[in-house]
Antibody, heavy 117, light 110 residues
Framework: QVQLVQSGAELKKPGSSVRVSCKAS????????VSWVRQAPGQGLEWMGG????????NYVQKFRGRVAITTDESTTTAYMELTTLRSEDTAVYYC??????????WGQGTLVTVSS | QSVLTQPPSASGTPGQRVTISCSGS????????VYWYQQLPGTAPKLLIY???LRPSGVPDRFSGSKSGTSASLAISGLRSEDEADYYC???????????FGGGTKLTVL
């Protein structure tokens, strides 16, 4: 079973960018989709997008297109999610999760991103 | 507004059986598997049921899932205090080419 370990909490100012990392250990890395899911305070889960390394194929939810980029570094089995032009509504816990076609079997511990001036 | 519809809350007493529903459309539930996740307070979601009714190793058989058409449900029998959590359903959305979630159901064990 793969384990996913994310980077630590971030405090960002509006208009800036944040990059969250997600290191995978155990299991194969290339063949499964890495998704990023966020959860605003007191709210539900929201899929932002995903990337399948072996196909170098990414897909993003319309509302985040142009602001989010998901990348992977196969040499370090690490996935990254960068979100730009941050606003207060982006304050949330961001999770990486691994699985194909919705079967999100492994999750990172979550990274709190706070956007505040 | 979530794509999949769940009741916001559910409750039961220890030992009882509770069910949580999840409804969608042909773009999601009818043609794709449903998945259920359990999120204990302050923790990451955990896969509870996959492919409609299968349990990952380590998940007790008190948890079961079913799906019929555009509806699905999660049943928890022999309710225990440690089952108090938020539960989310999820399914693949063919038009989005990504997963969509229900709004979550907060289960309270009275």
């Amino acid at each position: 079973q793969v384990q996913l370990v994310q980077s630590g909490a971030e405090l960002k100012k509006p208009g800036s960018s944040v990059r969250v990392s997600c290191k995978a250990s155990g299991g194969t890395f290339n063949s499964h989709t890495v998704s990023w899911v966020r959860q605003a305070p007191g709210q539900g889960l929201e899929w932002m997008g995903g990337l399948t390394p072996i196909f170098n194929s990414s897909n993003y939810v319309q509302k985040f297109r142009g602001r989010v980029a998901i990348t992977t570094d196969e040499s370090t089995t690490t996935a990254y999610m960068e979100l730009t032009t941050l606003r207060s509504e982006d304050t949330a816990v961001y999770y990486c999760a691994r699985g194909s076609r919705g079967n999100l079997a492994s999750w990172g511990q979550g990274t709190l991103v706070t956007v505040s001036s | 507004q979530s794509v999949l519809t769940q009741p916001p809350s559910a409750s039961g007493t220890p030992g009882q059986r509770v069910t949580i529903s999840c409804s969608g459309s042909s773009a999601h539930l009818e043609n794709n598997y449903v998945y259920w996740y359990q999120q204990l307070p302050g923790t990451a979601p955990k896969l509870l049921i996959y492919r409609n009714n299968l349990r990952p190793s380590g998940v007790p058989d008190r948890f079961s899932g079913s799906k019929s058409g555009t509806s699905a449900s999660l049943a928890i029998s022999g309710l225990r205090s440690e089952d108090e959590a938020d539960y989310y359903c999820e399914a693949w959305d063919d038009s989005l080419s990504g997963p969509v979630f229900g709004g979550g159901t907060k289960l309270t064990v009275l």
